[in-house]
C-alpha cells in the first residue's frame, strides 16, 4: 500500500513537472516575438510621434508610456492626492510665494526646471500631449471657505470636505496640478495637493510643489518599519562575492601586465626596438587605453553615432602617439623577431626558467602540503599562491555561487506557471456596482506606531502583517454591509511605498526609486457574523504573505522594472497591455499601499516654520480597482486612509473609520494567547 502512494506521489510530481516546463517552454517561445514586438514598436511610434508633431506643430507629445497611461480615461484621471495637516493659521502669501518661485525655477543652464507646470495636458493622436496656455496662478492655488455646506470646517466636517474636492474632475483648461488651502475653526490648516501622474514622469517630483524644509538625510532606504513587502527579492550573496574576486585578481594581473609591457610605466621600451610579442601587447595596451578615454569623454560631446566614432577616431590616434605606435614599428617588430640572435637569446632564456623549475618542484610540493595542512588546521589557506590556495579560493565559492544561480533559474522556471495559475483561477470581488471614476477619500483616527510594534512583536508578525489583519476585519463589515455577501478571501495587490516618493526632492531624487514591487496577495476575510479568530486569521495572512513573497520574485522584480524603466510597456503593445490590466484589475479590485517613514518619529516643518502634525497620501484606483487602502506612517503614528469610487460611498467610511477599534481587538487577542 505504502509502495502505491509512493508510486502515485512520484507521478503526480513527474506531472506537475512536466506541465510546468510546457508553460515555460511556451513563454521561452514567445521571447523571440516579444523582441520582435519591441523592435517594431519602437519605429512605429518614432513614425507615429513624428507624424504626429508634423501635424499639430502647437503640441509637444508625451513620448514615455505609463501603466497609468494606457487606462486612463476623462472620468477616471491617475491624480496623486496628498494631504498635509499644518499647525497654525493659514499663510496664502507663503504658499504663493512659494509657488511662483517652483514655476520660475531654473536650472543650470539657464531653462526652467519645470516648463510644464504651466502648460495645459490635451489628448491628441490617441497620446497626451502638453500645449501652451496663459497661466494664472489663481486657477491652481485655491483658497477654501471657511465654511462646508453651512457648518464649519473642523475634525467632523473635514473628510466630506476633502471627498467633496477630490471628487471634482481637475479642469483641462488649466494645468494639471491644483493646491487647495483648507482653514479650520481649531488652531490648525490642511494643504491638498492634486497632481496628475504625467507630472512625475517630466522631472517632477511631489515634494517640490509642498513647502517643506528639505530633509538633512536623504537615503532612499532610511525606513525603520518592519515591513513585509521589502526584501521580497533574494539579494545574491556568492555571485557578488565571487565576481569581487575575479574583479582583484584580474585588476592585479592586469596592473603587472601595464607595469611589464606599457611603455609609459617602463620607459626603456622607447630605447629599443619592440618585439612582435612585445608590440601585440603594446597595441592591446592601446585599445584598452582607448575605450576607457572615450567613455569618459562621451558626456562632453555632442550626441550622435558620427560624433562618437569621430571622437573614437581622435582618442585612439592620440593614445598611439603617446606610446609611439605605428605600421613603421609594427614592420620593425617582424625584423627584430626573426632575427637568429633574439631567437637564440628567447631559446636560452626558456631553457633557464624550466630549469629552475624543475630544480623547484620538490619544493613546491611541500608548500602544496603546507597548504593542505593551513585548510585542515586554520579552517583557511595561509599559503594563496599555491594550487591548493587557489582551490580552496575559488571552489567553494564558485560552488555556492552555482547553487544560487540555480535557484535564480528555478525561479524563472516556475514563474510562467505561476502567473498563469494566478491569471487562470476564479476570485470574489469586493463591489457590485458600475464605476463612475470619481474618487472620495476617508482616513481614520492615528494610531500610535508603539502599539502596533508591540502587537508584531508579541504574535512575531510584521506591521505589514498587522495593519493587513486590520484591513481584513474593515474590509469585512463593508463587504457584509454593500451587499450582503461574506467572501473567504479577497485577492489584493500590496506594495511598500518609501516617504521620499513624496518627501523628497532634488535634481538626482527619481521618486520611483523609493517605490517597491507589487505581490498579489490573497488577504483572508473574517466572518464578521461570527466569532472570528483574529490570532488564526493573522496566521493566515502571514502564512499567504510568505507563499506570495516565494513565488513572486520575478514578478515582484518585473513590477519594479516596469515602475522604474518603462520595461513592460516598451517591450508589449499598449492595447494588450490595456486589456491585461482590465483583466487583471477585476480579479484584484482592491490595492494596499503602505508609505513607510523615510525617518521615523521626525516632524517636518514648513519653510516658514509651522510643524506639519499629519500627512496622508492616497493612491488613485484605476482601471476596475474599486478600492486603494493606504497606510500613512508619520512621526509616532499611523493613519488608515481610503481612496474609493465614489459609487462605494456612503459605506467607504466604514474602511478606515474602526482601524482605531480593530487595533485594540487585536491588542488584546495578542494579550490572551
Known sequence: MQATESTSGKEGHFLDFLVTLWIFVIALVAVPYIITCYTVLYIFQNVWFGTASFLNPELEFIKSTTLRSLVETHRNQGILTIMLKINGPPTLASIRRHLEELVRRKDRSGKLAFPHLTDCLVTRCGTYAWRKSTFDLEQNLIFAPYNFRGRPVNELTIQDYVSDIVSKLLPTSIPPWQVVIIPSSENHHYLLLRLHHILLSEGLNIADMLPLIPPVRTSVSGSDCNTSLGNVLLMPKFIPALKDRLTQDFTNSWNEFILNNDPLEKPELFKRNASFFEFVAISFIVLVSTFKEWRKGLKSIKPGLLSHVKYLCITLRREQAKRQINLNIFVKSIFVSCDPRNVIAIFIRNWYRWSLFTLAIPYKLYMEAKAIQSCIMLKYCAYPNTIVGFLYSYVPLTF????????????????????????????????????????????????????????????????????????????SRFVVHANNVQPKEIPITARNINSNYFLLTGSNVRPTDSVGGMLCVDLPILDSRKDADLMENLKRIKDNINTAKEHQQLTYLLSMLQTKYGFLSKLLPATLITIALKYLSLKYSVSFTEITSR???????????????????????????????????????????????????????????????????????????
Open 400 to 475: 555556492k555561487a552555482s547553487q544560487e544561480l540555480l535557484n535564480y533559474a528555478g525561479i524563472i522556471f516556475n514563474t510562467p506557471r505561476a502567473i498563469w495559475e494566478e491569471l487562470s483561477r476564479n476570485s470574489e470581488k469586493v463591489e457590485t456596482v458600475t464605476l463612475c471614476g470619481r474618487k472620495v477619500v476617508a482616513w481614520s483616527e492615528p494610531v500610535k506606531i508603539e502599539t502596533i510594534r508591540k502587537i508584531a512583536n508579541s504574535t512575531s508578525t510584521t506591521d505589514t502583517e498587522i495593519i493587513l489583519a486590520t484591513a481584513s476585519e474593515a474590509l
Open 599 to 673: 525617518q521615523p518619529f521626525v516632524m517636518q516643518r514648513t519653510i516658514w516654520g509651522q510643524e506639519v502634525s499629519s500627512v496622508i497620501y492616497w493612491r488613485p484606483p484605476q482601471a476596475n480597482i474599486s478600492i486603494s487602502l493606504c497606510t500613512n506612517y508619520y512621526g509616532q503614528n499611523v493613519i488608515f486612509g481610503v481612496m474609493c469610487d465614489a459609487q462605494l460611498a456612503p459605506n467607504h467610511h466604514l474602511l478606515v473609520r474602526g482601524f482605531h477599534e480593530y487595533v485594540k481587538d487585536l491588542e488584546a487577542s495578542a494579550a490572551i494567547q
